[in-house]
């Protein structure tokens, strides 16, 4: 048996209230006032796609250090932050990926995580376990429609043949240069063409096509479905499709738009990793999306999908959000509005790309040393163990920090630094199983961050070099958040 055998998702905390958008532009735009209802996701200033893309991997795969078994990582995105650096490779160094795997990135269409699952699905049987994310953070022009239905997210697949939660039974593709939007190279943000055109002689003709080869090739007839997924923008256009396909309304699965907003080539895959926390063995799952043509996949749930359970899953995610008010904020972190930064925020931030390579598991896997001989570990990890009155030489073993939480022993709040959302909150964290770091800490708010709270780590981005446009990631803590009575994160 050949599926999905883990999956998972991330959505950013912020999201941004669209009353709070239309009002601020309701002087250059009026026609968005009935768009004004509900939040879209939002990424912080130090997240991009290869950040959300890590922790959706990482809802995925758990807090299992050994992720030997995976052979490969597919990370299918439009806005990846590298044209010309593998985005891939930089989630299978802070995964702690064995330097064996392949690690590709597949971009150009909205429908490249689907793509990238039927590659994963084709390799699996012989190579062994296929990671497949999907991510996206996509920039609209302000006071846009693109600006209110687009939101920020992340998921992931694991594929393989061991314990497989929803079996691959088949699938559909149509590759057809069909101009829905676009972006060229040296573009910010797509230029898209009319929505009827795109509704009724792209969509319309090109997605039935897809779902009914998907359907056939299964063995399966449109009435068998239980849960269809079609990510669009276009105001109840789902059940418009589901309708043409003979599957049935009740079928048509959420598509998140009033909290999360279309999330772009993740959000397939978003949708099926919140479908699966609920679906039933024996139930029939279509996915699919649009773009550059038009694919279709079709699973099958099995009983082991109720073993398996992601470390946090859309369902929290999407409960944790926390609503952002302030639409200046949103185009600052967007680098749509450019604030004054006074002269600490004028420094060179140059990267030494040898120091990079040669430090690379301690600086993106967060990789510390524990000595052999006092176990006292230590970060950065070198080749003297500096314990006082007992040093040694080479005596340090790799000992992971990403996968471990910790509690804030000390902390402060700066605002006289520049920081893109002041203030800058950092201190001292001691780690479960030893190890004392100077962290810096996200995703918080006055209150949050106390001495004694308890932390996790999230990768995210530590600055960019914005002369060379060279992006420097690192891990920082949060507070592990309460998600239920008697639960947490």
Known sequence: ?????????????????????????????????????????????????????????????????????????????????????????????????????????????????LSAIAIALAKAPAAGSQLVLATDLRHTRAASAQELEFGDGAAALLIGSDRVIAEYLGGGTLSVDFVDHFRGADADVDYAWEERWVRDEGIGKLMPRAIAAALADAGLDAAAVDHFIFPSTIAKLDAQLANTCGIRADAVVDNLAGGVGDTGTAHALLMLAHTLEYATPGQVIVVSQFGSGAQALVFRVTASVAAFRPVKGAATWLARGVEETSYTKFLAFRQQLMLERGMRGEQDKKTALSTLYRHRRSILGFVAGRCAITEDVHFPPSRLSYTPGAPALDTQEPHPLAERQGTVLSWSAEYLSYYPSPPQYYGQVDFDGGGRVLMEFVDVARGDIESGTRVEMVFRIKDVDEKRGFVRYFWKATPVRSTAVGQTE
């Open 1 to 113: 048996m050949l599926g999905i055998v883990g999956y998972g998702g991330y959505i950013p905390r912020l999201r941004l209230s669209r009353s709070a958008v239309v009002q601020a532009n309701a002087w250059y735009a009026p026609q968005f006032a009935s768009k004004a209802k509900g939040t879209r996701a939002v990424a912080n200033w130090d997240e991009d796609s290869i950040t959300m893309a890590v922790a959706a991997a990482r809802d995925c795969l758990g807090t299992d250090a050994d992720r030997q078994h995976i052979r490969g990582v597919y990370l299918a995105s439009c806005t990846a932050p590298f044209a010309e650096r593998s985005n891939a490779g930089i989630v299978g160094e802070a995964l702690l990926l064995d330097e064996s795997i392949d690690a590709v990135d597949i971009t150009g269409s909205q429908r490249a995580a």
